[in-house]
C-alpha cells in the first residue's frame, strides 16, 4: 500500500470535505452547493463508497479527496499530502532502497498474475478448448455477466501453454515460480530442472485483493478424476489465503450499505450470490475464518452472519469462525457498580454475530439458484450466535449430570457476558438458569465471574511504545482500487506512460487536441492524486526523457516507477503514430470519464425524484441529454481517426 493509499483508507472523505462545505445525506451519497462556482442547486456529490466527489453541474470536475483539497486550498500535490497525512497521522518518511525495491518486486508479481488471468478469460471465452469449462458454468447457472464481472478462465491441458505465454511476454521464470503460476520439478539425475504450468484443465477463478488486484487464484478440476478437485495459489508474496476473503472487492459496498457481511465457504456460493443481487457475500475458501480476514471484514461492518453448511465439517467450521470472531472482534467497556459498590469495568461484544442455518444437503449455491425468498428469509432469521450455542448445548450435553450442567456454564457464560444489551443478557442469564435447573442469582454470579480482563489504561506521552499514527477508520473503499493502476489497458496510464516517456511530445498532443475542436490535455482529465501530480509536472516541463522527474515527491515513486514498467514494454512507434497514440489515449480517457458520470446518474435521478427536489430532478435529465451527446460526439471522433486518421473538429465543450 502507497502513502497516498494509506491516506486515503485512514480518512473518511466526507467528514474531510464537510469541513469546507455543508453536506445532507440524499440516499447513500451526500450533496451540497459545489464550493468551485455559484449555484443555487446543489449538484455537488460525494460517494463515499469509493471516495470520491463529483460537480454535476458547471464545473464538471471531481476527483478524490486529495484533488478535492488541493483545488479547494490553492495547494500542488506536495502540500496537500502534507496537510493529509497530517489529519491521518501517516508518517512522509521516504521509503528506504530495500522498500522500494520490495515495492517494484511485488508489482511486478501483480502484473504477472493479472496477465495470467486475462490469457485465462480469453481461453475461456474464445478458445475451441474452452467449450468444456463454458458448459460447466452454464450447468452451475452461471451467465456471461458474471463470467465477465469476475474475470473467470480456462485453463487448458498440456504442461507449458501458460509458461511459454508469460515467457514470450519477457516475464522470468524465477517470477513466475514466485507468483505461484508455475511449479518446478528437480531432475536429480540429469542434473537439470524443468517447470511445468500449476494450473491445467481447470475452470479458473482469479482471487483479488481488498483494491481488486489479482493475486491468486482458485481452480475447480473439470475431468471426474482429476484431483484435487479444487487447487489454490499456494502461499506467494502476493496471497496468503488466511488472510484473503473472496469476493471482498465486489462486496464491499454493498456490505457497508447493507450493514452486514454474510460469510459463506465456496467461490460458487460467492458467484451465485452476486448474480442474484445479493452483493454482501464473501467467501472464506474452504477454512475456518481467521482474524486476519475478520479484520478486513469489519471495516466495513460489525454485523456478521455465517451460512455455512449444516453437515458436521460445516458446525464445525461455525464453531471455529465463532469463536475466532470473538477473540478478533473489538469490544466495548463498560463501567459496572458492583453489589459491594465498587467499580469494575466488563467488556461487551462490539458486533453482532449471527449463524444462518441451511436446509439439510443444501450449500448456499443450492438455495440462492432455487429458492432466492428462501435465501432472504433464511438470512433474516439469522440466530445470534448465544442462541445458537444454546441449541449445541443441548444437542451435545447430558445435561441431567453435573459435569453436563458445569460444562453449560463453561461455554455459555463467557458469551452471556459479552451481550451488549442489558435486557438480552438478563434474558440469556435466565435461559442458562433454566437449562441446568439452577437459581438464577447463583447463574448471575456464575456468569459475572467469567468476565474479561480490565482493559489497560491508555499509554502516557512518555511511554516509548505509545503509537504517533491516529487509529484507522472504515475510509471509502481502497484508493489504489479507484486508480488506473488496476488495469494496464487504462487510458489514464496509457496516456501518462507514453507522455513521461516522451514529454517533448506535449505541445503537439496539445495543438492536436486543439485543432480537432477538444479541450486541451489538463490535471482535470484525471480524478486521482497521483494521476493529476504528474500531469501537472508533465505540464509545467518538470518531467525529462524517460520518466526522469528529479523532483518527485516520495508518494508519488511508485506510480512512476509503474508508468515508467508500462512505458518501456511498450512497442517502439513513429513520431506521427506516437502522436496519434497518445491523442487517442485522451480522447478514450474522456469518454471513460462520460461513461463514469453515466452510470453515476440513475442514482441521483432516482433519489431526486424520492426526496421531491424538482429542481435536482430536471437539472440531472438535462446533464444526462448533455453527457450523451458529448459521449456521441468524441466517439464518433475517435472511430473517425481509427478509421481514416484524418483529423475531424466536433463542437467545443
Not at 475461456?124 to 469476475?150: K, N
Not at 537439470?192 to 491445467?200: G, L, P
Not at 449430570?401 to 442469564?429: C, D, F, S, W
Request: glycine content about 6%; some cysteine; proline content about 6%.
Amino acid at each position: 500500500m502507497t502513502t497516498v493509499d494509506e491516506i486515503k483508507e485512514r480518512l473518511d472523505i466526507v467528514e474531510v470535505i464537510s469541513a469546507y462545505v455543508p453536506l445532507r445525506k440524499a440516499g447513500r451519497h451526500y450533496k451540497g452547493l459545489c464550493p468551485f462556482h455559484q449555484e443555487r442547486t446543489p449538484s455537488f456529490v460525494v460517494f463515499p463508497e469509493t471516495g470520491t466527489w463529483r460537480c454535476f453541474g458547471a464545473c464538471s470536475t471531481g476527483g478524490d479527496v486529495f484533488s478535492f483539497v488541493m483545488k479547494r486550498e490553492n495547494l500542488d500535490f506536495r502540500e496537500a499530502l502534507e496537510l493529509l497525512a497530517r489529519k491521518a497521522g501517516v508518517d512522509l518518511a521516504p521509503p528506504t532502497a530495500a522498500q522500494s525495491q520490495q515495492s517494484q518486486y511485488l508489482e511486478r508479481l501483480r502484473e504477472i498474475v493479472q496477465a495470467a488471468a486475462l490469457y485465462y478469460h480469453s481461453l475461456l471465452r474464445q478458445s475451441p478448448q474452452g467449450e468444456v469449462a463454458r458448459a460447466y458454468l452454464a450447468r452451475r447457472g452461471l451467465d456471461d455477466a458474471t463470467v465477465e464481472a469476475f474475470q473467470l478462465g480456462y485453463a487448458p491441458e498440456g504442461w507449458d501453454h501458460l509458461l511459454t505465454y508469460l515467457r514470450g511476454k519477457g516475464y522470468s521464470v524465477e517470477d513466475l515460480l514466485a507468483a505461484g503460476l508455475i511449479v518446478a520439478k528437480e531432475h536429480e539425475a540429469e542434473g537439470r530442472t524443468s517447470y511445468y504450468d500449476r494450473f491445467r484443465h481447470r475452470v479458473m477463478v482469479p482471487i483479488r485483493d481488498l483494491q481488486g488486484h489479482v493475486i491468486g487464484f482458485g481452480a475447480r478440476a473439470l475431468a471426474p478424476d482429476q484431483q484435487p478437485k479444487y487447487l489454490n495459489t499456494p502461499q506467494t508474496p502476493l496471497f496468503d489465503k488466511s488472510a484473503v476473503l473472496f469476493g471482498l472487492h465486489a462486496a464491499k459496498q454493498a456490505i457497508r450499505a447493507r450493514g452486514q457481511a454474510i460469510i459463506v465457504e465456496g467461490y460458487m456460493d460467492v458467484l451465485a450470490a452476486h448474480q442474484h443481487g445479493e452483493t454482501n457475500v464473501v467467501a472464506s475458501m474452504g477454512t475456518a475464518l481467521t482474524e486476519q480476514q475478520l479484520k478486513q471484514l469489519k471495516r466495513f461492518t460489525n454485523t456478521f452472519v455465517l451460512a455455512l453448511d449444516a453437515d458436521a465439517a460445516g458446525q464445525a467450521a461455525t464453531r471455529r469462525g465463532l469463536a475466532q470472531a470473538r477473540e478478533a472482534l473489538d469490544r466495548e467497556w463498560v463501567p459496572t457498580v458492583t453489589a459491594t459498590g465498587l467499580v469494575r469495568h466488563e467488556a461487551r461484544l462490539a458486533a453482532d454475530l449471527r449463524v444462518m442455518t441451511l436446509p439439510p444437503g443444501m450449500d448456499p449455491d443450492d438455495v440462492i439458484r432455487s429458492d432466492l425468498a428462501l435465501w432472504r428469509r433464511l438470512v433474516a432469521e439469522a440466530r445470534p450466535v448465544v442462541d445458537y450455542f444454546f441449541d449445541l448445548a443441548r444437542q451435545e450435553l447430558d445435561l441431567s449430570t453435573a459435569q453436563g450442567k458445569a460444562e453449560a456454564v463453561e461455554r455459555l457464560a463467557p458469551l452471556i457476558q459479552e451481550v451488549a444489551n442489558e435486557v438480552q443478557r438478563i434474558h440469556y442469564t435466565q435461559q442458562l438458569a433454566r437449562l441446568i435447573q439452577a437459581d438464577e442469582r447463583t447463574v448471575e454470579r456464575l456468569v459475572a465471574a467469567r468476565r474479561s480482563p480490565p482493559p489497560q489504561p491508555p499509554r502516557s506521552e512518555a511511554d516509548p511504545g505509545r503509537a504517533t499514527a491516529a487509529p484507522r477508520r472504515p475510509g471509502a473503499g481502497s484508493a489504489t482500487a479507484r486508480t488506473a493502476l488496476a488495469a494496464e489497458s487504462g487510458p489514464a496510464l496509457h496516456c501518462l506512460a507514453l507522455l513521461i516517456m516522451r514529454p517533448l511530445l506535449l505541445p503537439d498532443v496539445q495543438s492536436e487536441l486543439t485543432a480537432l475542436g477538444v479541450a486541451p490535455l489538463s490535471e482535470d482529465d484525471f480524478d486521482q492524486a497521483e494521476q493529476r501530480a504528474v500531469c501537472a509536472a508533465l505540464l509545467a516541463g518538470a518531467v525529462a526523457d524517460g520518466g526522469q522527474w528529479l523532483d518527485a515527491p516520495a508518494a508519488v515513486q511508485p506510480f512512476l516507477d509503474t508508468l515508467r514498467r508500462h512505458g518501456q514494454r511498450l512497442p517502439e512507434l513513429a513520431r506521427p503514430q506516437l502522436l496519434k497514440d497518445v491523442v487517442d489515449s485522451v480522447l478514450r480517457l474522456r469518454i471513460a470519464a462520460l461513461k463514469a458520470r453515466s452510470r453515476q446518474l440513475p442514482a441521483l435521478l432516482h433519489q431526486a425524484e424520492a426526496d421531491g427536489q424538482a429542481d435536482e430532478l430536471r437539472a440531472y435529465q438535462v446533464l444526462a441529454n448533455e453527457i450523451k451527446q458529448r459521449r456521441h460526439d468524441l466517439e464518433r471522433l475517435l472511430n473517425a481517426r481509427t478509421l481514416t486518421g484524418r483529423r475531424q473538429a466536433v463542437p467545443s465543450w
